[in-house]
Nanobody, 113 residues
Framework: QVHFVESGGGLVQPGGSLRPSCAAS????????MSWYRQFPGKERELVAV????????NYADSVTGRFTISRDNAKNTVYLQMNSLKPEDTAVYYC??????WGQGTQVTVSS
């Protein structure tokens, strides 16, 4: 059974940093590209960042390029999202996944002064 546990969100001031993590189980983690998504209230989830199965290739949404970095540790079945220079418009619930169903509970990121 596929399972994701996202953690590491929180409340941070504009310009601050957070590093959410996502522990995955129930599938062969090292065989799949992994993504971080975020969801604003009342909106659909949007793709934030993708990392290849070996961690050698990454891609980012234009809105986070240069500020966010996705990484993974295949030995720990965990994917991370280093978030720097956070803006109020980054406030959302953040999720990880390798497909578009079986979502975890997500982790809330709130950027506010």
């Amino acid at each position: 059974q596929v399972h994701f546990v996202e953690s590491g969100g929180g409340l941070v001031q504009p310009g601050g940093s957070l590093r959410p993590s996502c522990a995955a189980s129930g599938f062969t983690f090292s065989s799949y590209a992994m993504s971080w998504y975020r969801q604003f209230p009342g909106k659909e989830r949007e793709l934030v960042a993708v990392i290849s199965s070996a961690g050698t290739s990454t891609n980012y949404a234009d809105s986070v390029t240069g500020r966010f970095t996705i990484s993974r540790d295949n030995a720990k079945n965990t994917v991370y999202l280093q978030m720097n220079s956070l803006k109020p418009e980054d406030t959302a619930v953040y999720y990880c996944n390798f497909r578009l169903f079986d979502w975890g509970q997500g982790t809330q990121v709130t950027v506010s002064s």
